[in-house]
């Protein structure tokens, strides 16, 4: 895909990309906000977005490799942007692990009440005059 900008102006290009990285690591510091608060719902949509900008960035990089400082800003962007997917995916991971417990803890209530639940709360008439009645010879 050819790039939208003129082939000599490549310190626009560089700070488009710089942008562009600062713009992902800002989506990544509201996804890390998110679950932290476990705003499952946000976060979803946040990843979204996210996956969005990263493809964008692969076509960018491809057109506009970085040199010297920008280079390094990169680098630090992306190293920050990886610490926190880091924290993101083992709280994900965390949560993951609540749910398969919550799930397991529902199906055997389903099961125990599967099997006990019809006897429970049910009431037993006896049908006294017929048991204890007085027989006649």
Do not use: H
């Not at 803890?105 to 709360?121: D, F, H, M, V």
């Amino acid at each position: 895909m050819p790039s939208m900008l003129p082939p000599g102006d490549e310190g626009i290009r560089q700070n488009a990309l710089l942008s562009a990285y600062e713009s992902l690591l800002a989506n990544s510091t509201q996804m890390l906000a998110s679950v932290r608060s476990a705003d499952w719902d946000s976060l979803v949509e946040q990843e979204l977005q996210y996956v969005v900008q990263v493809d964008r960035l692969k076509r960018l990089d491809a057109e506009q490799p970085l040199e010297g400082q920008c280079a390094d800003r990169k680098a630090a962007l992306l190293e920050s942007i990886l610490e926190q997917n880091l924290e993101i995916r083992q709280r994900l991971i965390e949560r993951r692990e609540e749910l398969r417990q919550l799930i397991g803890s529902s199906r055997r209530q389903l099961a125990l009440s599967r099997a006990y639940g019809p006897q429970q709360g049910e009431a037993v008439t006896i049908q006294a005059e017929q048991r204890f009645a007085k027989r006649l010879p």
